[in-house]
């Protein structure tokens, strides 16, 4: 009887630390409980350690790039990683805002940051430093890291494998993500043709239908391929309006837009891929 006691003074005390979230709690104990077992006390003021910031996390590797790390936060926030020696690329997307963070970091250089969607559109920063967009020259300059170049030699190399039809998954929405920031970057570098060659190397796949979907995430990658359909019709829009400005040089600026618009939509569809299959399709 005693023991039974005990266990239900302790179980009171809990439910009182819980629901007072720290703080002195004493309950009053059983006739045959002493009454040390439920006290418990904190000093006042003491603070409450923070919830962690990710609440699930899973590591994987897609054939052709390489070792993936992914998670997803208590706000949502979905975020999914290559690394290697020579560069770390970090992806995220905020559903609260639209917003997606691309960056690009190597050891002893600047990192690259690239942010698209959201209130704010095309923003990009190197050592946090903001970049003109509209000044070709800076924007190339930034570009020059070390990192950067061993990730997109990396994006190349798969891209090729992806042409020739082997080394690479074709229904992997993960790598497709990687593909596409690596064809923006060319875009920044001043190559108006590497996100449409991305665009059709994906898009071929999914109007064909040539994947062998896993029969788990099969309703997850067809909701995935049928948004990217959908951007890209507003995308062939958006740069037919852009083809028709007056000045070659508005024309330029609105296409980048008409991409990073793009690219922005595909990157938060691989955020709502993630939240779908709750990381299972990153193989761990």
């Not at 508005?250 to 955020?271: K, S």
Request: with cysteine; proline share 3%.
């Amino acid at each position: 009887m005693a023991r039974r006691g005990t266990a239900i003074a302790m179980a009171v005390c809990l439910v009182g630390i819980i629901g007072g979230r720290g703080g002195s709690v004493t309950a009053a104990p059983a006739a045959d409980v002493p009454a040390a077992v439920c006290e418990v006390s904190e000093a006042p003021g003491t603070p409450i350690a923070p919830r962690q910031e990710v609440a699930a996390s899973r590591t994987g590797r897609i054939a052709g790039l390489g070792r993936v790390s992914a998670s997803i936060g208590w706000d949502g926030r979905k975020a999914i990683s290559l690394a290697d020696s020579g560069f770390t690329v970090t992806r995220t997307f905020t559903p609260a805002t639209r917003e997606v963070e691309i960056t690009i970091a190597g050891k002893g250089e600047r990192a690259l940051v690239i942010r698209m969607g959201g209130a704010a559109g095309l923003r990009v920063s190197s050592g946090g430093r903001a970049v003109d967009v509209s000044d070709a020259a800076a924007t190339a300059g930034a570009l020059r890291g070390r990192a950067v170049a061993a990730f997109r030699e990396r994006i190349g190399n798969y891209e090729r494998q992806m042409i020739a039809g082997k080394g690479a998954r074709v229904d992997d929405p993960h790598a497709d993500g990687f593909l596409f920031v690596g064809a923006f970057l060319g875009s920044l570098a001043g190559d108006p043709t590497a996100v449409g060659r991305a665009r059709d190397l994906v898009l071929r796949r999914i109007r064909g239908k040539l994947q062998a979907v896993r029969y788990d995430f099969k309703d997850c990658v067809t909701d995935y391929e049928l948004y990217l359909l959908k951007i890209d019709t507003q995308r062939t829009q958006c740069l037919e309006a852009a083809n028709g400005r007056d000045s070659w040089y508005a024309r330029a600026a609105d296409r980048l837009g008409c991409e990073a618009e793009f690219i922005a939509g595909a990157l938060a569809g691989e955020g709502q891929f993630i939240a779908c299959t709750a990381l299972g399709s990153v193989l761990a």
